[in-house]
């Protein structure tokens, strides 16, 4: 679990070791992005908006 969006961007944009929930889709690979284009994606990122879904079709991921 990462805790800050900044951690997330960080993660896939270089994909070091492996995902910490010990899943890892083999398909998915670093995006090496720039910083200007990880400020850039953090940005619309954060511009996003809408009402939250209904917490009963929200599924939680039991780390376990």
Known sequence: EFDTLDEVLSFYNTMPGELRMGHRELFLKP???SIEELLDLKRFLLALNGEQ???HLVQV???R
């Open 31 to 33: 995006l090496h992005l």
């Open 53 to 55: 879904p209904p917490k």
């Open 61 to 63: 991921l039991d780390p």
